[in-house]
């Protein structure tokens, strides 16, 4: 027993189609979840070309482990979570999320409908290496079901936090990107009463206009519609639609944790308690807290840790208002505890609807600050840890993940990534010239432990 995960990242298995992802991985995956949770298991898959191959290969491994399986096709992970919540044993998501299109992956759904937690999954992964999987007999094979229609109970569930017709009189422009949301996003914000108009809206597997992670230059192209059409604002997605990214009515790339601040303070000015988010979010989020009442948690970097914690602290009687990522990954609370770039999309239009005010507006309104991220190769976080503690006695440490020091606005993080042996150092203030002098003062303290 390893005791840690080998395969599976903070978001499920990742790789290149061919190379680590394939079919057998993908059977020998199914086979094991099915035997871990027997019942009825629900999958789906995002766009990707290769998405056919691998969601064959997780049905056939399901059905050989006498799982049912209902498939319920091309769809958004949140929307596949929300569908398996209280309905099915699990769930199986073929998605890579923002990667390139040579890749694919994994995502494993809990019967709560949040992904796999770590320890599930070093279980899940034991099951895997050690290669005997308890499959049925020709009488116990499980069949399989047609669930494409199911995706209308994630649109109905988005739309029943909202008054009908809210977004009556609104323009709004959509790119999902050619990815999961193609056939949701757009139908949504129509329901909701907005006229949209969508680009790069059919299913693509090679993302022939736009890659799947939604950058800037990316969404050039939803900019420009935004203005040709008057739109209140631009949406995007990533690749599997868990995020929401937006441009603003004046044709702006909206930064992501302004984003997370702009909905967080809508939801919090209606709902107490916690803000949950990983230590690595900006110094927005303290503030729309201490306006509105609420209070920040920190957790470790990864959305999991984010949906893990805000149910925990619910369990242990605790008010939690909002949680999210700054990088358009916002979870709430009443809907559902994962991600939901279409609940995202929705709640935009809700916000601008009771503002009445244009969305540029609101986003200048938010306080500048200045972030730094750089990257150092060295894998001595534990040295790293105390060393930064001792040189910045007059700062607070929070040691949730790597170690965050702060004093009034300013703050810096440092953290070793999970992915490869460099630690990150992130560093925000109110003006840039707080943010590189704290900046240059931390890379000083943890020079003697890089490589
Ligand atoms: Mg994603």
């Known amino acids: 027993m390893t005791g840690t995960k080998q395969l599976f990242g903070t978001n499920g298995v990742r790789g290149v189609v061919g190379e680590l992802m394939r079919p057998e991985l993908v059977l020998r995956i199914g086979q094991a979840l099915g035997a871990m949770r027997p019942g009825t298991i629900a999958v789906g898959r995002d766009s990707r070309s290769s998405g056919a191959m691998l969601v064959h290969a997780m049905?056939?491994?399901?059905?050989?482990?006498?799982?049912?399986?209902?498939?319920?096709?091309?769809?958004?992970?949140?929307?596949?979570?929300?569908?398996?919540?209280?309905?099915?044993?699990?769930?199986?998501?073929?998605?890579?999320?923002?990667?390139?299109?040579?890749?694919?992956?994994?995502?494993?759904?809990?019967?709560?409908?949040?992904?796999?937690?770590?320890?599930?999954?070093?279980?899940?992964?034991?099951?895997?290496?050690?290669?005997?999987?308890?499959?049925?007999?020709?009488?116990?094979?499980?069949?399989?079901?047609?669930?494409?229609?199911?995706?209308?109970?994630?649109?109905?569930?988005?739309?029943?936090?909202?008054?009908?017709?809210?977004?009556?009189?609104?323009?709004?422009?959509?790119?999902?990107?050619?990815?999961?949301?193609?056939?949701?996003?757009?139908?949504?914000?129509?329901?909701?009463?907005?006229?949209?108009?969508?680009?790069?809206?059919?299913?693509?597997?090679?993302?022939?206009?736009?890659?799947?992670?939604?950058?800037?230059?990316?969404?050039?192209?939803?900019?420009?519609?935004?203005?040709?059409?008057?739109?209140?604002?631009?949406?995007?997605?990533?690749?599997?639609?868990?995020?929401?990214?937006?441009?603003?009515?004046?044709?702006?790339?909206?930064?992501?944790?302004?984003?997370?601040?702009?909905?967080?303070?809508?939801?919090?000015?209606?709902?107490?308690?916690?803000?949950?988010?990983?230590?690595?979010?900006?110094?927005?989020?303290?503030?729309?807290?201490?306006a509105t009442g609420c209070s920040v948690r920190y957790t470790a970097v990864g959305s999991i840790y984010v949906a893990r914690s805000m149910l925990a602290l619910i369990g242990d009687g605790m008010q939690v208002a909002f949680g999210g990522e700054g990088n358009g990954g916002l979870i709430y609370p009443d809907h559902q505890f994962c991600r939901d770039g279409g609940m995202t999309a929705a709640m935009m239009v809700a916000l601008l609807a009771e503002t009445g005010r244009p969305l540029s507006e609101l986003i200048d309104e938010l306080p500048p600050y200045h972030f730094i991220s750089e990257k150092k190769k060295s894998g001595r976080i534990r040295e790293i840890v105390p060393a930064i503690i001792a040189a910045f006695p007059d700062h607070s440490a929070d040691l949730t993940d790597g170690v965050r020091i702060a004093k009034e606005k300013t703050w810096a993080l440092v953290r070793q990534s999970g992915t490869e042996p460099i630690v990150r150092v992130m560093v925000e203030a109110p003006d840039r010239a707080g943010a590189e002098a704290l900046r240059d003062a931390v890379l000083a303290v943890i020079r003697p432990f890089l490589d």
């Open 59 to 290: 049905k056939a491994g399901l059905l050989a482990a006498g799982c049912d399986v209902v498939d319920c096709g091309v769809l958004p992970t949140p929307a596949l979570q929300f569908i398996v919540r209280d309905r099915f044993a699990a769930g199986a998501v073929i998605t890579a999320s923002h990667n390139p299109p040579e890749y694919n992956g994994v995502k494993v759904i809990e019967p709560d409908g949040t992904e796999m937690g770590d320890e599930q999954v070093i279980a899940l992964e034991e099951r895997l290496a050690s290669g005997e999987f308890a499959l049925a007999d020709w009488r116990g094979l499980g069949e399989e079901k047609d669930g494409s229609g199911l995706v209308d109970q994630y649109l109905d569930g988005i739309l029943a936090h909202f008054p009908p017709g809210v977004g009556r009189g609104m323009t709004i422009a959509v790119d999902p990107g050619s990815g999961a949301a193609c056939q949701t996003t757009p139908r949504l914000l129509e329901r909701m009463g907005a006229t949209v108009n969508a680009i790069n809206r059919e299913f693509d597997g090679t993302f022939p206009h736009r890659l799947p992670e939604p950058t800037p230059a990316g969404l050039a192209p939803l900019a420009a519609l935004v203005q040709t059409t008057g739109a209140a604002f631009g949406v995007a997605h990533d690749g599997d639609a868990d995020r929401a990214v937006f441009v603003d009515d004046r044709g702006r790339y909206v930064e992501e944790n302004r984003e997370f601040a702009l909905v967080a303070n809508h939801v919090c000015q209606r709902r107490q308690g916690m803000i949950v988010t990983p230590v690595s979010t900006s110094q927005l989020i303290e503030d729309v807290a201490a």
